[in-house]
């Protein structure tokens, strides 16, 4: 890294023209760097080195390279994140060995407001487990007081998809600690959205995804860490073969590789790493104190000027910016067909159901001028009822 | 389809000057399209339709899209394959499916030739089911005989990665069967490689890797046939979001999407799939009964020509091409040292431990002057003993 930067760093991005991009929260845009990387592994690596590439290009690293980089935006040590795979099967695997490390609790711990794969991926471990565990999903603001002694494993994402909502994840992890139970925290909101201190808080796991606010790109893999003086000891439940130790031995049976190696399963997405490797240059020189700053700062104007503009809107997120990630909610009862609106005037957030507009901020590129300009547009929709018009209201598949 | 037309299609590939390549069975060549796709995904869809794209570029529906066009190579019918994930992961879904619907039974009949990772993933299922279930492994001439009641799951991969050895798909399917036992075939080394007949054999399970025979690139993503009457009752183990009913409805509960589509997991890796989309385009016109005879063809012709040149190989897949996928290997105590020589000539296989050199054949890139090529580049390593050179024996990471 070199010397801090000031935010924005536009010129890093391709931006299209007459967009006003708030959805960098479920897909980051393109940075510059990756389309030509991709056509590099795509032309030179691939089509001239072929299966030597694995070597003469270091695909077989790649995993590892660009986990050390995500490494250090979350606060962990080189060599504790690998990358692969979906955050739904992250969850599964930290979620599997978290379960074995506690074998005679019988709660998994979440809130009603992580996101259903989550749930969904903790469910279907449970079940087919042939176990008698229950996953259990107070309000998110009930979590610290519903771990006890019975809980085996509190998994939380630290900011709730649709609210926005911040988790107090010190306190959190501390008080699962305190309780004997493994914490895995989903940073799927929080990797290059805020400061992320995983070595610090402690958890044993975490997960996150990579095409948010990590601009990836559509589809780029998930990461997981493990706290290192756990990942030699982890059993996994997906024990493919590039976690062995010598996958190349081609021996009859399993050895996992040593650290967090082992979370690795099949054949790595090399051109969606390659991308994802390409899209990390971006953060070169950025301070995450600096973004943090930055992204308080457009969420609370953006706040500011859609209630004064807006007041049938109401706000869904806290109000205090110290208890909300990188984004903000408000909430109507024609959410959909207003977000429908604002889109089709290049103001791009996106809607949750039931009722819920969203909108990311990502201060690598976006500045005052765009969170108003939206602020603007959503005033206009609101003050026109331009959302009753028929073609918003109709709901194709959705993002 | 159009017109059936001659292979080989050298024109529809980017092959490397001076370079002969037998390696496709590992990694397939760079079809002509696949770059310009690439492109298009990156500096079209993600630059500038966004988030938008899921839709408006039809991302959403890749799996299954691309998953129609591999279930026309395999035999089966639209809407029974979908796209995703590894195919370690793929394999770890079919066979936990396959378990359920066996209960009463404790073996998972394999074989000792399958792929490491397939049993791998057996051995982690197993285990972190808590169950008592063996994964047996015979000889793979030895499976047709250990086929009884006790058998829940027969789990094969047709065509064996070291050898080209193939098995019966139709007779050890219908024995399965009579058995009563769930059948998994893993076709990582049949899809694009010969005929493959799915729905006809009447298996519940396929599974396979896109990377190889199919030329999706280095990491694309795998596929999953389950067989239409069943697809319906499947209690996925991997119960993602995307694999729901209604995911955008965002409920806590799961709700199997209907078919196979509850076999998808997390996010789709986008841009691999769109890749693996355009280079399927290879296989316009092309019969995979040609395709066949002149992997066929092909192969006898290298047999003939090594055995000819270099006595000192012993012919280690099966001599009656009837028995062999579309790779022929050889065996020798020099192997992985012969393999860099070959290599460091531009006749690229790879080698597998412990002593295998392996040569794959693609009609769709290949001719007979390719194949004799390579018998005489082998020849003059055994002649010339060139292979006893210091850096052919230095062994680094292989692939």
Redesign the interface.
Known sequence: MTDVIDLPVKDRF?L?EG?T?L?GN??G??PRG??AR??Q???H????E??????SCD??DLPRRVGDRVAGLIGAPAGTVTM??????KV?QAL?AAV?MRPDRRVILSD?GN???D???A???V?????DHSVV?PAPEDVLAAIDESVAVVMLTEVDY?TGRRHDVGAITEAAHAAGAVMIWDLAHSAGALPVDVAGCNCEFAVG?T?KYLNG???A??FIYVRPDLADSI????????G?AA????????RPAPGVERMR?????????A?LEAALDAWEGVSLESLRAASVALSERFITEVEARCPSLTLASPRDAGARGSQVSFAHPEGFAIMQAL?ARGV?G?F??PDILRFGFTPLYLDEGDVVRAAEVLEEIMVTEAWRAAEYQVR????
Do not use: K
Request: proline share 8%; with cysteine; charged share 20%.
């Open positions: 391709h299209p967009v991009y959805d479920s897909l845009v393109l990756a389309a991709a056509a592994v795509i032309e690596d691939w089509g001239n072929l299966i030597r590439a694995w070597n695909w077989m692969g795979d979906t955050l739904s099967v599964f599997s074995e009603a996101f259903p794969s749930l969904y991926m469910d279907g471990l079940r087919h487990l042939g176990r999903t649709r995804c095409y790109g559509p589809g893999p998930a059993d996994p439940v997906l024990q493919g073969w590039l062995h996958p190349f031995e081609m021996a009859r049976d399993y399963v099949g054949t790595p997405p090399v051109l969606q790493l991308v889109i791009i996106d949750r159901a194709g598949r959705v993002t």
